[in-house]
């Protein structure tokens, strides 16, 4: 799996967008980013994940540059409870068997009132 | 139940005891998994499993066991606890194949004196 680049922590105003970014150079053609999150004291929470274009779903959007080196993570409007560490993850969407899903440091974003 | 739980929440456990953290899944997600959360070494994978009747050692499997005998439960065994293997444990499930994220569940404390 490749390994990728976060910053160790934001913040973010109430409301605003946050934009999270994660830089994996060495993704390779059949590899997929995952974002995930951990709120304090509770699981990871699957958000989103894509291959090369863009996503967006409920609760995210997802934009990989053209080159697939790096993306970035929008939440639209920030609220408090999107507070937390977020990971971002790149592997392969093709492995069946079981995968480490390897949690780097991730970045610890603070909505800040 | 609704997708993934764990128990106990927490557990303080003596040196030498032995002890299972117990996992229940009710989306029946082909495969289950095992990790633990240390601060500053990210999740690492203890054991997991493809399906019911399959087990497999992850990354960090000495002083762990697993069973599968259903789909639905995948309890986590410490044959003998030591202080080393204080942490927080998640349980994992995700359906196998193509496209699929993973659930965790609430995470169980778990300390040994």
């Known amino acids: 799996d490749a390994k990728t680049t976060q910053p160790p922590s934001m913040d973010c105003a109430e409301g605003r967008a946050a934009n999270l970014p994660c830089n994996h150079s060495?993704?390779?053609?059949?590899?997929?980013v995952y974002w995930y999150r951990q709120i304090h004291s509770q699981g990871p929470q699957y958000i989103i994940h894509?291959?090369?274009n863009n996503e967006t779903n409920e609760m995210a959007s997802l934009i990989i540059t053209e080159d697939r080196k790096s993306s970035t993570l929008i939440l639209p409007h920030a609220t408090l409870r999107d507070t937390a560490v977020y990971y971002c993850?790149?592997?392969?969407?093709?492995?069946?068997?079981?995968?480490?899903?390897?949690f780097g440091p991730g970045t610890s974003l603070s909505v800040i009132p | 139940i609704a997708g993934i739980t764990q128990a106990p929440t927490s557990q303080i456990l003596a040196a030498g005891r032995r002890m299972t953290l117990r996992c229940t899944q009710d989306?029946?997600?082909?495969?289950m998994y095992w990790y633990r959360q240390d601060l500053g070494l990210g999740l690492r994978l203890i054991h997991y499993?493809?399906?019911?009747?399959?087990?497999g050692k992850g990354e960090v499997p000495d002083g762990y066991s697993v069973s599968r005998a259903n789909t639905d439960d995948f309890p986590l065994t410490l044959a003998s606890a030591v202080p080393s293997q204080t942490s927080v444990y998640f349980c994992?499930?995700?359906?196998?194949?193509?496209?699929?994220?993973?659930?965790f569940g609430p995470g169980t404390r778990l300390t040994v004196l």
């Open positions: 994992a499930s995700r359906e196998t194949g193509l496209d699929n994220e993973q659930f």
């Open positions: 060495t993704i390779s053609g059949n590899e997929y």
């Open positions: 894509g291959l090369k």
């Open positions: 993850i790149v592997r392969s969407k093709l492995k069946t068997s079981y995968d480490k899903v390897i």
């Open positions: 989306m029946r997600h082909n495969a």
């Open positions: 499993s493809n399906t019911a009747g399959t087990t």
